[in-house]
């Protein structure tokens, strides 16, 4: 049997005409939901019971926990005070989900806004950065504090640069650069005297009450996207 041209128009038409219904089919089939179930959550957070967040995230394991943590973040504000409970070594012993904790915390701290200095959620992302033991924990405190331009905690993110570990070094050093919109030249690597007399020279740059004041206004306008390297001395 010969395929003449308009039988060979005519098949790739259907193929065409099937591929399109299945496409559409697939657009418009039920579609199972993405993440962890959070109406239990939701209802807790209405409450207020922010113990029983804490409770529901514990009795999970860790893969478990930290999906769950991460959506709750997505809950905003809201879920603050019980992500805040988590980062509490006393009620979240696991380190993996503590840092997750932390790291759900920037969504629930928008860049575009001043934080409260002494607010919960800062002073627990601080407490986190000083005193946590797991290094893990004070990096996702440290890019937190950055990304969330708390410019509040400075003195703690410069300290945070001279950290034990040098991934905390790390983490903390960009949380800077990104507050005041520079790049530091500061080497994570070098030995502690070098660290020590760059952030010596840095924190007295920072309590400048000229320099401070460029950074504080920038970001109480909401122009803190500024780049203020000439204020920099």
Same mark, same amino acid.
């Given at each position: &049997?010969?395929?003449?041209?308009? &039988?060979?128009?005519?098949?790739?038409?259907?193929?065409?005409?099937?591929?399109?219904?299945?496409?559409?089919?697939?657009?418009?089939?039920?579609?199972?939901?993405?993440?962890?179930? &959070?109406?239990?959550?939701?209802?807790? $957070?209405?409450?207020?019971?922010?113990?029983?967040?804490?409770?529901?995230?514990?009795?999970?394991?860790?893969?478990?926990?930290?999906? %769950?943590?991460?959506?709750?973040?997505?809950?905003? $504000?809201?879920?603050?005070?019980?992500?805040?409970?988590?980062?509490?070594?006393?009620?979240?012993?696991?380190?993996?989900?503590?840092?997750? +904790?932390?790291?759900?915390?920037?969504?629930? =701290?928008?860049?575009?806004?001043?934080?409260?200095?002494?607010?919960?959620?800062?002073?627990?992302?601080?407490?986190?950065?000083?005193?946590?033991?797991?290094?893990?924990?004070? /990096?996702?405190? +440290?890019?937190? $504090?950055? =990304?969330?331009?708390?410019?509040?905690? &400075?003195?703690?993110?410069?300290?945070?640069?001279?950290?034990?570990?040098?991934?905390?070094?790390?983490?903390?050093?960009?949380?800077?650069?990104?507050?005041?919109?520079?790049?530091?030249? %500061?080497?994570?690597?070098?030995?502690?005297?070098?660290?020590?007399?760059?952030?010596?020279? =840095?924190?007295?740059?920072?309590?400048?009450?000229? %320099?401070?004041?460029?950074?504080?206004?920038? %970001?109480?306008?909401?122009?803190?996207?500024? /780049?203020?390297?000439?204020?920099?001395?």
């Amino acid at each position: &049997m010969q395929v003449t041209k308009t &039988m060979k128009i005519t098949l790739v038409a259907a193929a065409v005409l099937a591929a399109g219904v299945v496409y559409l089919w697939r657009g418009l089939a039920p579609r199972p939901p993405e993440g962890p179930d &959070m109406t239990a959550a939701r209802e807790a $957070l209405n409450r207020k019971d922010y113990d029983a967040i804490v409770g529901q995230v514990q009795t999970k394991p860790v893969s478990e926990a930290g999906a %769950y943590v991460r959506a709750l973040g997505k809950l905003g $504000l809201p879920a603050q005070p019980a992500l805040n409970r988590l980062l509490d070594r006393r009620n979240e012993p696991r380190l993996e989900v503590r840092a997750k +904790a932390a790291t759900a915390l920037n969504a629930t =701290l928008p860049a575009d806004q001043p934080k409260d200095a002494f607010g919960e959620s800062v002073k627990a992302l601080v407490e986190s950065l000083r005193r946590d033991p797991a290094h893990e924990v004070r /990096v996702s405190a +440290a890019t937190t $504090l950055g =990304l969330s331009r708390s410019y509040e905690t &400075m003195d703690d993110l410069i300290d945070a640069m001279n950290d034990e570990q040098i991934e905390v070094r790390r983490a903390a050093l960009a949380a800077v650069n990104k507050i005041l919109c520079l790049k530091l030249d %500061y080497n994570v690597e070098d030995e502690k005297p070098q660290r020590d007399a760059f952030l010596k020279i =840095l924190k007295n740059q920072w309590h400048d009450e000229k %320099y401070q004041s460029k950074v504080v206004g920038y %970001y109480r306008t909401g122009r803190f996207k500024t /780049v203020y390297r000439k204020y920099a001395r």
